[in-house]
């Protein structure tokens, strides 16, 4: 008998997203799903290889968090499945059109950047297919590899209509795949979900002359559902993106703070686009993975909430992208206008570019802050915490005499900062390691459920600052208490999220 179709989700701002993401893969049956797949491959646990894909490649600038799938949920996720049992796992994902213009542009660069391991010169990491990513705490210590599956072999498949598919070989040898995208806009297929979340699965870094130019897209994307089945999908919406570029940038990002989980990849999507208040149908990728199986029924299981604020892409900007699709060189070009800013480790390509290249580049700064006023929003807000610190230099002369410190601080809120003094509290500065939101300080082991992974980063961020300038856990104890003390509010008014991220 046919297990029921069930889609989990789950909305409550007042949780931590590990909880919530527990939740929604309980309630969908997740494990049971994974025990059934494993007990019919007949292949003992530690061979049964299970890969995640999540929206990695996106990211170009760290705290664009609503933009890409947060790293500390998929190294939970990978913790839950190392308690069960589930050995041979891979996190996946290949290289995009930002390769065109940026620099250090490598999955394992990217994701150094993003957090799922302690950042490194990313010079250091090109040209690296893989890199481990450390699932540490909670009772678990190993190693998962994290894979460019642009820089590993593909495989070619035939679909019953005599399409031929490239497909990752990392995700396509895989016995039970797992589709773990972010929940966001997208100016080409309205909306980013699951099934779009796939289309990183196709290996070729220049995706715009590979597939967007052949118009293959969305068929070659279905294709590779039909061929490789993804058997479990999990969104990540406890952030998000909305608005015309929200697939690429948010300086100020939506809070839906939503997890949806379920084994039928489109009745995720339907759920996820119907939460957006936007008919899945709108979706490209939607379409044409419905041509090929019949959406099935669901039954939602949960109270999720519509997130709103949200706004969605007007379908007049959809269709002028689809019209265009087939022209490389303004689809170069589109794809790199919805930058969103900089990031000191993706430096603009200037050797190789044209003059009109780099003018046009340039050109898409305005462009930028039009498309998102947030930038310039979190740019004043940043302004007045910096100036809030150093009004209060006296009491915290460590903190405020240290740039990266400020910055660090920025990014956290009260509830953040309390945690930081509770992993400091009696525990010498010794250097830190930290596995997703497990920190680990002479043998000392601590969780710290940022609402924000850079909350997360910026934390570890200090601890190392700390470690290598032989600052006391007392000493900054004493200073961030006096911080908080002349002005309880300097963090943001709530424990919501950092005082320039809320």
């Not at 570029?245 to 009745?267: E, L, S």
């Not at 046009?360 to 310039?376: A, K, Q, R």
Request: with cysteine; proline share 6%.
């Amino acid at each position: 008998m046919e297990p029921e179709n069930i889609v989990a989700a789950v909305t409550d701002p007042s949780r931590d997203k590990f909880s919530l993401l527990e939740e929604v893969l309980a309630n969908s049956k997740f494990f049971e799903t994974l025990e059934e797949a494993w007990a019919k491959s007949g292949k003992p646990k530690n061979e049964f290889i299970v890969a995640v894909k999540p929206n990695l490649s996106m990211a170009l600038r760290r705290n664009d968090v609503g933009v890409y799938t947060d790293p500390f949920l998929v190294i939970h996720l990978l913790r839950l499945l190392l308690k069960r049992g589930f050995a041979n796992l891979r996190v996946v994902e290949s290289q995009n059109l930002y390769g065109n213009w940026f620099t250090n542009r490598g999955v394992v660069q990217v994701a150094a950047r993003c957090g799922y391991f302690p950042e490194t010169d990313p010079e250091a990491l090109a040209g690296k297919s893989r890199h481990a990513i450390r699932v540490r705490g909670g009772g678990v210590d190993a190693e998962v590899p994290l894979i460019d599956m642009t820089l590993e072999p593909s495989v070619f498949a035939d679909a019953p209509d005599g399409e031929r598919i490239e497909v990752g070989k990392a995700w396509a040898e895989a016995d039970f795949r797992i589709s773990f995208p972010k929940f966001k806009t997208h100016f080409y297929s309205t909306y980013t979900l699951a099934i779009k979340n796939v289309y990183g699965c196709l290996p070729r870094q220049d995706k715009v002359r590979h597939y967007h130019c052949k118009k293959r897209v969305g068929s070659w994307t279905a294709r590779a559902i039909r061929l490789f089945p993804v058997h479990f999908s999990v969104v990540d919406g406890y952030t998000g993106a909305d608005g015309v570029v929200g697939v690429k940038m948010k300086a100020i990002c939506r809070k839906p703070y939503t997890m949806i989980a379920g084994r039928d990849i489109m009745a995720v999507d339907h759920a996820g686009a119907t939460l957006m208040r936007v008919k899945p149908e709108k979706s490209s990728m939607y379409r044409e993975l419905s041509a090929l199986q019949a959406p099935a029924p669901y039954r939602l299981l949960g109270r999720p909430k519509p997130a709103r604020p949200w706004f969605n892409v007007p379908y007049l900007f959809v269709f002028f992208t689809v019209l265009i699709e087939a022209n490389a060189w303004l689809m170069d070009y589109a794809g790199s206008l919805a930058t969103g800013g900089f990031d000191a480790c993706f430096r603009h390509k200037s050797v190789e570019a044209f003059w009109w290249k780099k003018l046009l580049y340039w050109l898409t700064l305005p462009v930028n802050i039009f498309l998102d006023l947030g930038f310039l929003r979190l740019r004043f807000r940043e302004w007045l915490f910096f100036r809030k610190l150093k009004k209060l230099a006296a009491l915290a002369p460590i903190l405020t005499g240290s740039e990266l410190l400020m910055e660090c601080l920025a990014r956290m809120s009260p509830q953040d900062v309390r945690g930081l003094m509770g992993i400091l509290n009696r525990h010498s500065m010794t250097p830190p390691f930290f596995s997703g939101h497990y920190f680990f300080l002479n043998g000392f082991e601590k969780t710290l459920p940022a609402k924000l992974s850079i909350a997360n980063l910026a934390v570890y961020d200090m601890l190392l600052y700390l470690s290598r300038h032989e600052v006391t856990a007392e000493t900054l104890i004493a200073e961030l208490a006096a911080l908080l003390s002349a002005q309880p509010d300097i963090f943001g008014k709530n424990d919501s999220c950092g005082a320039c991220y809320y």
